[in-house]
């Protein structure tokens, strides 16, 4: 491809990629979106080399002065989108910019228009970088970079002088022979490619060593948090069940222990309510105190268990990374003993409930240390004994229930002796006799409970739970009702739980004298949970969250904590390396260092000697690229000439020209020249004027210029020729 | 930036002041750009010395104009020795010559020596003072006008002196409407003035090397060559055209090729530019004028069949 046109095709490619990343991001209104992308084809289409398509778009042009009043009554409307549409001034500012994009599109002329449109391409990438940290942004970015390297190289490649009021030439002018075209060949495909990719590794380095600031201020929904339910004080029972199709991913757990045991589940705890009135559910051990900070950053609870035993169960090590919700609730597994994490403080409740002081807007990153609570040997075997006087004020509450509750709850634990066994029951009759569905009825419901246990015998996890809890209590048994997610999506690429909005789960903590609260969920598994598709599917998927999880932290949460944490490391690594060879030095040119060696230590005691490892190899890198740059040895091989000779053809052509015309009567004397004989024809046969010109001036350039035609304005000059011959002389 | 382009708006700058005389403004440019001098030869009033102020204008260059009377000396034009008294020696003050573009106003009505004073700098670019020669500016151009009316009390200028002026030019009345365009324009400005400098001088020097590329075609070349052989044969004429003639025909043309935007000379060229360039080379055998214009197309068919 001729580099011209190659130009002509990074440019709008360019133009198009600014075009997808701002359409991506800032959601543009679909008639502007649908005008440009028009634009980009009609312009791609055009430089295609598509004649009809050319001549069309020449036809609609408008004249300069049209185009001009185009830009002042886009830059009006600019000033009203910013005022009364959109109201602010960043999307009427891309908005515009798409208008720009478009008009400049269809005025691709001069150099300055190339120029134009890669600015307004530049700013449209920047923008969609400012309005969004999505992963998407990354190819994008990516295909940005290539395709700006490549518009850059082939710019500079086609110095076409134009622009006529400019004074000095700077450049020594060599007359390019008009036919000769360079060409993109392999070396310049690769040399343009390598160029990006070098870039994108300098970018790189940058990135993570300038420091920087936050990023994404303008994303779309900054600020909004998700929102949850069953987290709140109060919580109608059927709230969780209208969530349980969303799919927006609301935590990340990592598990540090390798993946998961149990049937590859995971509790997440979020709330714990004692109060039921028959509707709704209640915390009325709200009271939220702040928990001590231990250490800086982590946080200690140790009254998390009401027994002091000390026979504990596993502990279980999370990573967990919360996406901004409405809910200041910190998550974890049951039961929290420490929690470490960038906040200033965390309160805890009387039911062992974890809070931030006031919700989160951006995505926080916390560590828990869990322990789980077994049931301990001495509950297996014991008759009813005395609760805390606490315990039974609060988790023994029933709302006023007609009496078929407590009957049913008898009828079926009357076998039973312990109290583990009686809770093993209710459990395994709620779990055996009750079908799960998310079609169950929601709320409005004035019985909701006997509505489930009696009618319909069909509900989720919210009915299962607080039927069971309810059960319980009629029977004495202290016990209450727990919100929140239950984590099934295992990832195996980056090794943590995928929790989403539809995991939200309400199950039952249940009073053993000694145990303490054990976790029990009556809630069959859920089957709907599972979506349909092909398991490769669903591991792309996987794989493709994990990139997005390594995204968010590495390049959009990168902050300047982090990158401090990355030179301490890099320092500490250079440092080690630093000694290494300094010992092998030091055994090899020992005499030497004894001399330098005062001087090596000095150097290395101060900060200039880590200042030098940075800057040496910066400034080795520069002077190889002025080299290059200036050296230039790729220039060579990258233009080659086309040396077709057609001149032979052009000639005969001419030939029969003069011929044809001599017949007609306008005879070429000897002392004519060709010019000469151009304008004589005119004189004397106007209308084929114009074919004797091109076919002329063609043959002159072959003849006594030496630049051959091309096999486009030879098979031109041919057409000319045929269409003179058919010409009628007046 | 395009030569082409450049030299387009030299020539709209200039047609702003010389109006109706396209052929005159492109042929001084190609003077200019051929490195050549040029001799305005016409009647008083229609534009010389204007013209040449509009070129030097549109140039950025240094202009210095020389009225030649009879009693003008050497010193004048090329400049004098002064006796400085701080130190104790003679100090050269350059004279007029020392510019881009020097107008030689009725060159033809000073001496024979003055005349010839004026030669060494045309052909050698330097001035040779008190046994020290001078290097003069460049690009070096002298635009010389002569009244051909006129001849009482002129010293016409030798064969020898005129070989070096590379085009002799006539620029002639204007048409009737152009000439109304002049007289409509405000007589308080001299419209040279107004002009604005579109090319440095360092790339007036440029363009010169781009005419030294352009491409001469051999067949051309024997065309040119085959003319110049014709004028020395002939018996209608005394003296031939030179060698330096033939050379000057050939950057001429090479010039005129890119002025007119090409990187190759054409056969048209040469026959464009052969009367002006070559009519004042030549000595006519027979004293009763002849028209020189058949003669020409004469040669150019001997020519073009060689």
Known sequence: ??????????????????????????????????????????????????????????????????????????????WVDMLWVSGELLPAGVHFLMVLMIIKLFNLKLRRDYLHLYAISLVAILASGSLTTDLWYLPIFLLYLFVGVWTLLLFQLTKHPEEPRILTMSVAMRPQPLASVSQVTPQFFWLANGLALATFGLTLVIFFTIPRVGAGFYQKGFGENIRTSGFSETVNLGEIGPIKRDPSVVMRVELSDGPPQEAGRLYLRGVAFDQYDGKAWTNRLNYRRAVSEDVAGTFVFRSSRSLATPRLGDTIRQNILLEPLDTPVLFAAPFIERVSGKFPSIQSDLTGSVYLPFPSSSRIEYSVLSRSNPVLPEDLGAEPSVYPESVIRHFLQIPSQPERIAVLAKEITHTQRTIYDKATAIHSFLTHNFRYSLDAPLTEQDQPL?????????????????????????????????????ATEWNEYGNYYVVRQQDAHAWVEVHLPHSGWITMDPTPPSIEGIGSGSPAWHALGRMLDTIRLQWGRFFVQYSAADQLAVVRELKAGSTSARNKAFDSMSTLFSPFMAMFGGMADYASKGTIQSL??????????????LWLGIRRPWVKGMISKKTTRDEQVIMQLYGRMIGHLARKGIAKLTAMPPLEFVRLTQERWSNAGSAVASITELYCRARFGQIPPTREELSLAENHLRDLMTLEKP | MNPTDIIRAIQENIARVIKGKPQVIEMSLVALLARGHLLFEDVPGVG???????????????????????DLLPSDIVG??????????????????????????????????????????????????????????????????????????????????????????????????????????????HPAEELRPLLATQDVLLLQEQVDRVLMEESITDYLLAIVQRTRQSDLLSLGVSTRGALALSRAAKALSLVRGRTYCLPDDIKELAPIVLSHRIMVARTCCVNLLPFFSECFATGRRA
Request: hydrophobic share 45%; net charge positive; charged share 15%.
């Open chain 2, 48 to 70: 010389k010395t204007t013209l040449a102020h509009s070129l030097a204008k549109s140039l950025d260059c240094s202009f210095k104009r020389i009225q030649f009377t009879s």
């Open chain 2, 80 to 189: 004098v020795s002064i006796f400085n008294r701080q130190k104790q020696a003679f100090e050269f003050m350059p004279g007029p010559i020392f510019a881009n573009i020097v107008l030689a106003d009725e060159i033809n009505r000073t001496t024979p020596k003055t005349q010839s004073s004026l030669l060494e700098a045309m052909s050698e670019a330097q001035i040779s003072f008190d046994n020290k020669t001078y290097p003069l500016n460049q690009p070096f151009m002298v635009i010389a006008t002569q009244n051909p009316a006129e001849y009482h009390g002129t010293f016409p200028l030798p064969e020898s002196q005129l070989d070096r002026f590379l085009m002799r030019l006539r620029i002639g009345y204007p048409s009737p409407e152009e000439e109304k365009k002049v007289l409509d324009r405000p007589q308080s400005l």
């Open chain 1, 450 to 486: 006997e509505e489930f246990l009696f009618t319909r015998k069909t509900g989720y996890c919210e009915h299962y739970a607080t039927a069971m809890v309810i059960m319980l209590r009629t029977i004495g048994i202290p016990a209450r009702l727990v919100t929140g997610f239950l």
């Open chain 1, 1 to 78: 491809m001729p580099f011209d046109q190659a130009l002509r095709f990074a440019s709008i490619w360019l133009a198009s990629t600014s075009f997808i990343g701002l359409t991506l991001g800032a959601g543009l209104p679909e008639w502007l979106a649908v005008l440009t992308g028009a634009a980009l084809i009609a312009a791609l289409l055009r430089n295609a080399g598509g004649k009809s398509v050319g001549r069309l778009a020449t036809y609609t042009l408008m004249s300069t002065t049209g185009w001009n009043l185009l830009v002042i009554v886009g830059f009006l409307g600019f």
């Open chain 1, 612 to 625: 030098a490892e940075v800057l040496v190899p910066t400034l080795i890198g520069l002077a190889v690229l």
